[in-house]
């Protein structure tokens, strides 16, 4: 059963700790992304990857660090930097080759709550 | 930089009324997509559109380009309470990252 994965669902912190959230995906998509949703706004990108050990910043990457060392995972971590970290955090894949447009495939997502 | 604006923000509709959302570009865009988002799930893709002007259909869902390629239209035709969710625009920028709208929020009413 091809697809995204994140986990956990639901994720609870103290502040002040670094978490990291999971992202693993089998279908092979060369390019992974994250993003953040607050309620009320859009998605807004946090890091992309285009290719293993690469990925490039969006617009909202303060606070955070990810890694690309395989092809199917794309981990997330947020720091005790981030200052709002609380939201919803959605995984997302897509193949990508040359400039071309491809659809994304999201995971389920992961709710954070700091307290 | 690059912003992709929707709008209404959220819309209430009686069963069977018509909807519309509308996403407009500040730069030209190369293409759109459109995603939905039921509540509590995550965004699935409906349709790339790619052509200046281009118009497409899927089922009681009508999607069209503007002729700049700057602005585009998802029309609902006799709303269900399946079609409960946010709908989300998407333009792309650099490399292979996409700019989503703020989302239309549908909700219909029985």
């Known amino acids: 059963d091809g697809g995204i994965t994140q986990s956990p669902k639901y994720l609870f912190r103290k502040e002040g700790q670094n978490v990291t959230l999971s992202c693993e995906q089998n279908?092979?998509?060369?390019?992974m992304y994250w993003y953040r949703q607050d309620p009320g706004q859009g998605l807004r990108l946090i890091y992309y990857?285009?290719?293993?050990?690469?990925?490039q910043k969006g617009d909202i990457a303060e606070g955070y660090s990810v890694s690309r060392e395989k092809k199917e995972s794309f981990p997330l971590t947020v720091t005790s930097a981030q200052k709002n970290p609380t939201a919803f955090y959605l995984c997302?894949?897509?193949?990508?080759?040359?400039?071309?447009?491809?659809?994304?495939?999201f995971g389920p997502g992961t709710r954070l709550t700091v307290t | 930089g690059q912003q992709v604006m929707q709008i209404p923000q959220y819309q209430h509709v009686q069963e069977g009324e018509d909807f519309t959302t509308y996403c407009n570009s500040s730069?030209?865009?190369?293409?759109i997509q459109w995603y939905k988002q039921r509540p509590g799930g995550h965004p699935v893709f409906l349709i790339q559109?790619?052509?200046?002007?281009e118009v497409k259909k899927q089922k009681r869902l009508t999607f069209q380009f503007g002729e700049a390629k700057k602005n585009s239209s998802l029309h609902i035709t006799a709303t269900q309470t399946t079609d409960v969710g946010t709908y989300f625009c998407?333009?792309?920028?650099?490399?292979?990252?996409?700019?989503f709208g703020t989302g239309t929020s549908l909700t219909v009413i029985p």
């Open positions: 997302a894949s897509s193949p990508a080759h040359g400039t071309a447009s491809y659809e994304q495939y």
């Open positions: 279908l092979n998509h060369d390019a």
């Open positions: 990857s285009q290719i293993v050990n690469d990925f």
């Open positions: 730069t030209t865009l190369s293409n």
């Open positions: 559109l790619v052509k200046s002007g």
């Open positions: 998407a333009g792309p920028g650099t490399g292979n990252q996409f700019y």
